[in-house]
């Protein structure tokens, strides 16, 4: 696959005001990259989980008034669907992108999850690289580090998922718009990709 990475274009098309003018924007500038990365993705994500994989890229088809402040390609075994189901993410605010393992608060498989991330957090905590971050609402920017992740910190979102309808955990990379690991294709393509396996665990713990 040749994959050009992503541009000042492309993070830019979040300063466009108004819906209909920014979600034409999305439609011709990120989208198509999106749909690539979904699709070269998809089939590697299948041989990696066991799983067969298929991926969503966001219509944000609900909207009616407010623009998209980010938008993503998301991967999870169902044609039907991600939400649902434990995932993984790739997508853009104005001012990064993001690579992520996602349970959202749509998905039954929390409490699961929940209770696999006690037993093996000694373990998983000393593998998931240092670099990455964690998020507690897929729909805010915010993240905080895993060198900042102390066990009373996973405690806390291990009881959230427990007992909060709306909780939600993800996991993963984010990378500065001016990363050069975003503007080069080929850069970026092994990036998500080693992601994605240092990620894997958590997946599997959620099935």
């Known amino acids: 696959m040749t ?3 992503f541009t000042e274009e492309d993070f830019n098309v979040f300063t466009v005001p108004g819906l209909e003018a920014r979600m034409e924007a ?8 999106l749909e690539a990365i979904g699709a070269h993705f998809a089939p590697i994500l299948s041989a990696e989980t066991g799983d067969e994989m298929f991926y969503h890229v966001a219509k944000h088809a609900r909207r009616t008034v407010h623009p998209p402040q980010d938008t993503w390609v998301a991967w999870a075994g ?3 669907g991600y ?10 605010w104005e001012t990064h992108l993001f690579i992520w393992f996602a349970i959202i608060y749509e998905s039954p498989a929390k409490q699961h999850f929940a209770g696999n991330l006690a037993i093996h957090w000694n373990r998983l905590k000393e593998d998931v690289p240092q670099q990455f971050v964690w998020s507690y609402d897929h729909t805010k920017p915010d993240v905080f580090s895993q060198k900042d992740m102390s066990d009373a910190k996973m405690q806390e979102m291990i009881d959230r998922l427990k007992h909060i309808k709306k909780a939600e955990i993800l996991c993963g990379l984010t990378l500065d718009r001016n990363d050069r690991a975003v503007k080069d294709g080929e850069l970026l393509l092994d990036t998500i990709d080693k992601t994605f396996a240092a990620v894997l665990p958590l997946y599997k713990l959620a099935r």
Do not use: E, I, W
Request: hydrophobic share 35%.
């Open 83 to 92: 939400k649902m189901l434990p995932h993984f993410q790739v997508g853009l």
């Open 26 to 33: 999305l439609k011709s500038t990120v989208r198509p990259k």
């Open 3 to 5: 994959f050009t990475g």
């Open 78 to 80: 169902s044609k039907r």
